[in-house]
């Protein structure tokens, strides 16, 4: 059974950082195209970076140069660096997982119904 659990959430000012970490047990990380998602209240959960199996990392363009998606394989880690926050960046943010190889890993395509595993989500709150 795959099990995600993401951590690192919190509260910060505009400017600040936050990393957040996703960890899997049950699941080939190298295999598949791996993404974080965030989403806000009377939204859709939208990808926001997404790393494939070789380890390119496409963004989307508004926090392009400011998030950065990583991975470990050999620990089961994905971790995303969030720079330079931002207000319009406070959502719940969720690590996923396809249940399947997708063909294509870029957030522009990506959509919460190409996961089959999800972690719990964890809130990132940026203030002004």
């Known amino acids: 059974q795959v099990h995600l659990v993401a951590s690192g959430g919190g509260s910060v000012q505009a400017g600040g950082s936050l990393r957040l970490s996703c960890g899997a047990s049950g699941y080939d990380w190298s295999s598949y195209c791996m993404a974080w998602f965030r989403q806000v209240p009377g939204k859709e959960r939208e990808a926001v970076a997404a790393i494939d199996e070789i380890g390119s990392t496409s963004y989307v363009d508004s926090v392009k140069g400011r998030f950065t998606i990583s991975k470990d394989n050999a620990k089961n880690t994905l971790d995303l660096q969030m720079n330079s926050l931002q207000p319009e960046d406070t959502a719940v943010y969720y690590c996923?997982?396809?249940?399947?190889?997708?063909?294509?890993?870029?957030?522009?395509?990506?959509?919460?119904?190409?996961?089959?595993?999800w972690g719990q989500g964890t809130q990132v709150t940026v203030s002004s």
């Open positions: 996923a997982a396809p249940t399947a190889s997708l063909g294509y890993c870029s957030p522009s395509y990506l959509k919460s119904s190409d996961f089959g595993h």
